[in-house]
């Protein structure tokens, strides 16, 4: 059975610092999405990660994928306010199975 | 821009009632997804379905099945609602199998009382 680990599951962090979160799985796949929920919101996708050493950047977050490890990285840097919300990580084994989620909470 | 549309925003149901969520994609995706999800456990797949008139079974599908009679709609039905089943729901959607991501519906709020 697919199991996909998220660390840690809650980051209250202050404005302008750096923090990553981790993403563990356990099958062998090359395919890993992240995606962003806001409160009452539904899910929004961030990035998409296809291959081994795939690296993705948009604005203050970088996700990279090493399928060796079985891990998967979502990197902030300076983190601002607007970057408050719960992040998944996702892998793709033919169903797509998600994490627990890591809720995010940046402090000005 | 991909639309997956839930037919519900909240839904509040008996005990023992059948329930029907339907979800709708514009965009013809292939593959089709049911989720639910908990404080704490995060999403969890129920059903999903990568053809008309396929489903397959994801990790939690006691007390659910589906229906996909078009490609662009896919139901989840609760045979016999129970409090256990009060959740949210989301639906998603995805082009194609493995190299795409998926794309979520609003999600329908559903309490069973």
């Known amino acids: 059975e697919l199991k996909v680990e998220q660390n840690p599951l809650f980051l209250s962090m202050q404005e302008g610092k750096n923090y990553t979160i981790y993403c563990n799985y356990s099958t062998t796949s090359d395919r890993l999405y992240w995606y962003r929920q806001d409160p009452g919101k539904s899910l929004e996708s961030l990035f998409v990660?296809?291959?081994?050493?795939a690296v993705k950047q948009e604005g203050r977050l970088m996700a990279s994928l090493d399928t060796k490890a079985r891990l998967s990285t979502l990197h902030i840097t300076a983190a601002v306010h607007d970057l408050s919300a719960t992040y998944f990580c996702a892998v793709d084994d033919d169903k797509i199975i998600f994490g627990k989620g890591t809720r995010l909470h940046i402090l000005p | 821009d991909v639309k997956v549309t839930q037919s519900s925003r909240y839904l509040v149901k008996r005990t023992g009632e059948k329930v029907f969520l339907e979800c709708v994609q514009d965009?013809?995706?292939?593959?089709m997804f049911w989720y639910r999800q908990d404080p704490g456990l995060g999403l969890r797949l129920i059903y999903f379905s990568y053809d008309v008139k396929m489903k397959e079974k994801g990790d939690i599908p006691e007390g659910y099945s589906v229906s996909r009679e078009k490609k662009e709609r896919f139901s989840l039905i609760l045979e016999s609602a129970s409090t256990n089943q009060t959740s949210m729901y989301l639906c998603?959607?995805?082009?194609?199998?493995?190299?795409?991501?998926?794309?979520f519906g609003q999600g329908t709020r559903l309490t069973v009382v």
């Open positions: 998603a959607s995805s082009l194609d199998r493995g190299r795409t991501e998926a794309f």
């Open positions: 990660l296809l291959s081994n050493g």
């Open positions: 965009m013809d995706h292939e593959n």
